[in-house]
């Protein structure tokens, strides 16, 4: 199965993308075109932020009150606002969201390039965090991170180059599962701004971002990689610029 990007489809206008991400959410599906960049490419993700938001507060401050409740602790950002405004911004909405972007939805295509350079992030990944638990002394850690970078950097060019554009049969059949299996690992993963003493009630707070997720994965799916980065930057600044400002 080739995808399709000389064919484009149309964007919606207004609120028509959410009963379009609707339809999508009940049929989920490698699309054969993407809307074309533009205004109304951009219009499209600003809908989609604006439901973001729209779910997203009322489900936060319903869980501040199963929090308060349970006597769950709630996340404490000090640690990235300590920084100042700046900071906090640059890395939360901007270099966080890329690397959360690349790792559960740069492969969200199908493309098999991009599932062979997403395999080679999280082997860089492993590597670092094998390398920071085992490897004792500085120097010798930083070496091994730098060696461990540069060859999963190699091998996920090599991977890319022999790969090609082409989305694998298996891929294409079990999209929907892996389209919803994303969100909630996106979801997931951010149970460990709790803590993890009671994990099971720790599943409603993570709603919003599996929530997040699978429109993440629409806006990456139907425009490109530009739209799902996009769409979690904003998102992340406003609600970090919300909580920044005492909101």
Known sequence: MDEVTTSRAVARPGPGVWAEWLRYVRAPHLPTARVRFGWAAVGEIGWLLLLDV??????????????????????????LTKQGPIVTLLVGALLLPIFEEILFRGWLDGRRRHLAMVAALIGLVVSVAAGTRLLPGPRLLIGAIAGATAQWVLLGWWLARRAGPIVPGWFAGRFAWLYFGSALLFGLAHMSNYP????????????????????????????????????????NALFLGLSMSGF
Do not use: C, Y
């Open 54 to 79: 729209v779910v997203a507060l009322p489900l936060a401050s319903g869980l501040g009150w199963l929090a308060e409740r349970t006597g769950l602790k709630t996340p404490d950002f000090a640690v």
């Open 196 to 235: 993890l003493g009671r994990p099971w009630l720790l599943l409603p707070f993570v709603l919003p971002q599996a929530f997040a997720g699978l429109l993440f994965g629409f806006a990456r799916v139907r425009h490109g990689m530009w739209a799902n980065i996009a769409l979690h930057s904003t998102s």
